[in-house]
């Protein structure tokens, strides 16, 4: 039996096909517990709000011929409040199910499992890319790939939340490795020729077209392109291949924005005004700075009750000058009390790696959720500082991503799931620092 499972879970001269075998065996698993657990039972209060939240909203008008549009309760008119790619992923599950049926919330969660499974071949490649095809390197990436296929932590988005999490993180996962592909990390023959040979013209088509797609489903992590677009064009311009570099991010960026551009056209036509991405800051901004919030609201941002006079006015004006309006009035907050809106800023960084707020039902869960999420950040961050002080490839381009892709998150709201995108390159990390932590204990014992 042990041979069998060593078989199964690390086959020899397998490398091709071990991480397939990881995201098979992880997508099975999640689908086999949401449907045992009866994830799939969505609560009707509200009117089936849980059922995708204000996502789920503009699915069903999309369905119902309403366009996209009343992301709350009641008719409301054009929304931007949330970016497209998964309410329209929503919007076709209802097309084919039902709006709000059980069916449609399996086939939703399945959709997310999906997802999040196809992230374990991208954990495995990221891991054997940065830390070498040798014993150690290939050991990195076999314990990281299936734990992210296995760990309860790592599905948990997938199973449990109808929204983009799983969406965004297999995008941003997979954006990693297209980043180290071309950078010709982990590849001895784009070193031999320069670090030039992987700088192809359908790689960086690929990266933004990537990129449009993450901009569509979570666009704060957006910050981070900038330094990940430099980083990969780091050897090329050193080598003074000016042409070259200026070629891919050319050409890279239009097919970014050639992706994006149907929303931001959609937008100007339904708001008469240009709305990149979201139109919902200014309103997010003013939640974030209420003093009855303390720094981090949680309900929905708009009351559910159709005759609430905050739903009215936001009805009357219409999105954007009621998210404009309430942008004014959180500026005014945090002009009245700046030193509160630092302590605020100072309490989200913490909370965003070690310690999200939550209403605390069950003490015991809770101090439980709280170990295990800050133990996650503690280790992933120390496995982050020993591969830089180790150099290994593509460590600062870890550290980038860690310090750029929160930053939005600092200045409005933290929650858990606000982390899931990083998540997949925090399993490598944590891999790594304690593999590392065997092979010297191993030397010291030799």
């Known amino acids: 039996m042990k041979e069998w499972f060593r078989a199964f879970f690390n086959p020899p001269a397998a490398e091709n096909r071990l991480p397939w075998r990881m995201f098979w065996v992880g997508f099975a698993a999640r689908v086999i517990f949401l449907t045992a657990a009866h994830k799939y039972r969505i609560r009707i209060h509200l009117d089936h709000f849980e059922f995708g939240w204000e996502m789920g909203r503009v699915a069903r008008a999309l369905v119902t011929g309403y366009g996209y549009s009343d992301p ?43 997802f999040s499974a196809a992230i374990a071949p991208a954990v495995y490649e990221i891991a054997w890319r940065c830390f070498g095809r040798n014993a150690r390197g290939l050991k990195v990436a076999l314990w990281s790939g299936w734990l992210w296929a296995l760990y309860p932590a790592a599905m948990q988005y997938a199973v449990h939340w109808i929204w983009e999490m799983s969406l965004t993180a297999f995008l941003f996962a997979w954006i990693f490795v297209m980043a180290l592909r071309i950078r010709g990390v982990g590849e001895t023959g784009a070193v031999e020729a320069g670090q030039t040979v992987n700088q192809t013209a359908g790689r960086w088509i690929v990266f933004g077209a990537g990129w449009g797609l993450i901009a569509l489903s979570n666009s704060s992590l957006l910050l981070f392109l900038p330094a990940c677009a430099i ?9 003074g291949r000016i042409g070259l570099a200026l070629r891919n991010a050319v050409l890279s960026g239009v097919v970014c924005i050639a992706v994006v551009s ?21 309103a997010e901004m003013y939640e974030a700075t209420l003093p009855a919030n303390h720094g981090f609201p949680w309900a929905a941002t708009l009351p559910m009750a159709e005759t609430h006079p905050s739903f009215v006015r936001y009805r009357q004006l219409g999105e954007l000058a009621y998210s404009k309006e309430q942008g004014v009035k959180a500026n005014r907050q945090i002009k009245a009390d700046p030193g509160l809106w630092v302590a605020h800023i100072v309490q989200r960084v913490y909370f965003f ?37 180790q150099r290994i490839p593509a460590a600062w381009l870890f550290f980038w991503a860690f310090a750029l892709a929160p930053m939005i998150y600092y200045f409005v709201t933290v929650q858990a799931r606000f982390r899931h995108p990083l998540e997949p ?22």
């Open 425 to 446: 390159l925090m399993t490598v990390l944590i891999v790594y620092l304690f593999q590392s932590a065997e092979t010297r204990r191993q030397k010291v014992q030799a």
């Open 72 to 114: 709350f309760n009641g008719h409301s008119g054009p929304t931007a409040w949330v970016p497209p790619a998964y309410p329209l992923l929503l919007a076709g599950i209802f097309k084919l199910f039902g709006v709000y049926s059980t069916l449609s919330a399996w086939v939703a969660l399945t959709v997310n499992s999906l």
């Open 262 to 282: 149907p929303w931001v056209v959609r937008n100007w036509y339904a708001f008469h005004a240009f709305v990149p991405l979201r139109s919902n800051f200014g």
């Open 353 to 389: 790696w070690f310690s999200v707020p939550h209403p605390i039902d069950h003490l015991f869960e809770e101090f439980l959720r709280v170990l295990n999420y800050g133990w996650i950040s503690v280790a992933s961050l120390l496995g982050l500082a020993l591969a830089i002080r």
């Open 231 to 239: 980083w990969m064009l780091w050897d090329v311009l050193r080598a």
